[in-house]
């Protein structure tokens, strides 16, 4: 293995989260009755004419404008003509010559380092309708699902340079990332708004020529891009080893298997007679229209990553886990706006508020518990109110009821008694009902203050504030 380098590159399909399909009115929602989605234009019915969803263009230029591309304000649709049963028009509009986008990059975080992955480009296209396999009696037969003929995609295609199965899951997930942060599309693997393909070779290490490509398809999730990429770079390695040669084709993952299979050889441009639609005119965008997109980038996860560890002195593994997710940044932003704790803060969203989002598979804005709240409770632990301990009682709560923490701490009586005077009284008991404890601890027996503690801490019927009773214990205990 150690001979050999992989070479890949990754095609990622994006569907855009548009209302409308990208060449007519239809909805482009997911889950509806199959085939109540389609008319006439996205069935290809003679005679009907595509007509371009302008949002559908904002959010490509949004993709491009967040990853660095240099934006083309002159593209051109091309048709790319094959026959396949889910693709009614028996060709699929695309930008082949001219796309939307050309150029770009985005920095992922490895083990040995950051490292680049540059874009060769982002072009427009439509998507092909859904294949559903019959199962039992009807396993004979196949049925086309036409919802998704023509929901408005990108395709991402990266420079081939990346080197490792991990590093393209991580460039992946980062892609991921960008995309939500932007609100182009909700990049649901499961669902297929989000489509990974592989071009994969190897070459023997420090060899500048490229090895023979082949495709990987069919991975629908970060763990079978990452498997896939690893069982076809251990495939060819064997091949080549044992003096064999890689066919270029493309391949199918298999995910029960685990293994790729062959499924055709690999097409090349010509097979698919790429010509300009003559339905579309040439695509052009204006200045005015690049700058405008541009301000509705928000701040993108590198930079926000960087101000947060610089601004409240995080970890780099506690920034990096806040910024995976915009809802996650925008709500420990809304709590720190409310109280400024960013440490205590960011530590409650992401240990407990994080572990309810996951089990709840529901929005961090949704999970039961507001910013104000979160805020709330970190104040009440800080200033004393209640212990750590409590606090986690009250945030359960406050998950499960909606109260706040305020008033479950209030209705509960779970307020702690932080009182010095009173406290030093109930010290002073406790120390007088145990004198030769006391002198025991005098003499050197430090471990018996958790003894006292909990006596204190007894007789305050557990409300007393454990951090202040360990001070005034030992002032007292001199």
């Known amino acids: 293995m150690n001979s050999y380098e992989a070479v890949i590159g990754l095609e990622v399909h994006v569907q855009l989260n548009t209302a409308a399909k990208i060449f007519c009115s239809c909805s482009a929602?997911?889950?509806?009755?199959?085939?109540?989605?389609?008319?006439?234009?996205?069935?290809?019915?003679?005679?009907?004419?595509?007509?371009?969803n302008g949002a559908a263009v904002d959010k490509a230029v949004q993709v491009g404008l967040?990853?660095?591309?240099?934006?083309?304000?002159?593209?051109?649709?091309?048709?790319?003509?094959?026959?396949?049963?889910?693709?009614?028009?028996?060709?699929?509009?695309?930008?082949?010559?001219?796309?939307?986008?050309?150029?770009?990059?985005?920095?992922?975080?490895?083990?040995?380092?950051?490292?680049?992955?540059?874009?060769?480009?982002?072009?427009m296209e439509e998507d092909a309708g859904k294949l559903i396999h019959g199962e039992g009696e009807s396993a004979a037969y196949s049925y086309v699902d036409f919802n998704r003929a023509s929901v408005p995609l990108v395709e991402i295609v990266s420079e081939p340079d990346i080197r490792s199965a991990e590093e393209a899951r991580l460039y992946l997930q980062k892609l991921r990332t960008i995309l939500r942060y932007i609100n182009v599309s909700d990049c649901n693997m499961e669902e297929g708004s989000l489509r990974c393909d592989a071009n994969i070779s190897i070459r023997p290490v420090?060899?500048?020529?490229?090895?023979?490509?082949?495709?990987?398809?069919?991975?629908?999730?970060?763990?079978?891009?990452?498997?896939?990429?690893?069982?076809?770079?251990?495939?060819?390695?064997?091949?080549?080893?044992?003096?064999?040669?890689?066919?270029?084709?493309?391949?199918?993952?298999?995910?029960?298997?685990?293994?790729?299979?062959?499924?055709?050889?690999?097409?090349?441009?010509?097979?698919?007679?790429?010509?300009?639609d003559p339905d579309l005119f040439p695509l052009k965008l204006t200045d005015e229209k690049i700058e405008r997109l541009k301000k509705t980038i928000p701040e993108l996860p590198d930079s926000r990553k960087a101000r947060f560890m610089q601004e409240y002195s995080l970890s780099a593994q506690d920034a990096d886990l806040l910024v995976s997710e915009k809802d996650y940044a925008d709500f420990y932003e809304d709590a720190l706006k409310i109280y400024s704790s960013p440490k205590n803060i960011a530590n409650w969203i992401m240990?407990?508020?994080?572990?309810?989002?996951?089990?709840?598979?529901?929005?961090?804005?949704?999970?039961?518990?507001?910013?104000?709240?979160?805020?709330?409770?970190?104040?009440?632990?800080?200033?004393?109110?209640?212990?750590?301990?409590?606090?986690?009682?009250?945030?359960?709560?406050?998950?499960?009821?909606?109260?706040?923490?305020?008033?479950?701490?209030?209705?509960?009586?779970?307020?702690?008694?932080?009182?010095?005077?009173?406290?030093?009284?109930?010290?002073?008991?406790?120390v007088k009902a145990n004198p030769s404890e006391a002198e025991r601890f005098k003499s050197g027996e430090e471990k018996l203050l958790g003894f006292f503690v909990g006596l204190v801490i007894k007789e305050s019927r557990g409300k007393a504030n454990p951090k202040l009773v360990n001070e005034i214990l030992k002032e007292t205990l001199k």
Request: charged share 25%; glycine share 10%.
């Open 66 to 123: 967040a990853l660095g591309c240099e934006i083309q304000k002159f593209s051109i649709f091309d048709r790319k003509s094959y026959f396949y049963p889910d693709l009614p028009k028996a060709y699929q509009i695309t930008q082949m010559f001219y796309p939307i986008c050309l150029g770009g990059s985005l920095n992922i975080d490895t083990k040995s380092g950051s490292r680049r992955i540059n874009l060769t480009r982002i072009h």
């Open 29 to 52: 929602e997911f889950g509806a009755e199959a085939n109540s989605h389609v008319c006439p234009v996205c069935m290809g019915f003679p005679g009907t004419l595509p007509v371009l």
């Open 206 to 276: 420090g060899e500048a020529e490229l090895g023979t490509k082949v495709e990987i398809k069919n991975m629908n999730s970060f763990r079978n891009v990452q498997h896939a990429i690893e069982y076809e770079i251990a495939r060819q390695t064997e091949i080549l080893s044992e003096g064999g040669h890689i066919r270029q084709q493309t391949r199918l993952w298999d995910n029960d298997r685990g293994i790729t299979l062959a499924m055709r050889s690999k097409e090349n441009a010509h097979d698919y007679r790429y010509f300009p």
């Open 351 to 430: 240990s407990e508020l994080l572990r309810v989002v996951n089990q709840k598979g529901l929005s961090i804005f949704n999970a039961g518990v507001a910013p104000a709240d979160i805020a709330q409770l970190v104040k009440l632990i800080e200033s004393g109110a209640i212990s750590g301990k409590q606090g986690k009682e009250v945030f359960a709560e406050a998950v499960e009821t909606g109260k706040t923490p305020e008033a479950i701490v209030s209705e509960k009586g779970l307020s702690q008694l932080s009182d010095k005077g009173e406290l030093y009284g109930i010290v002073q008991k406790v």
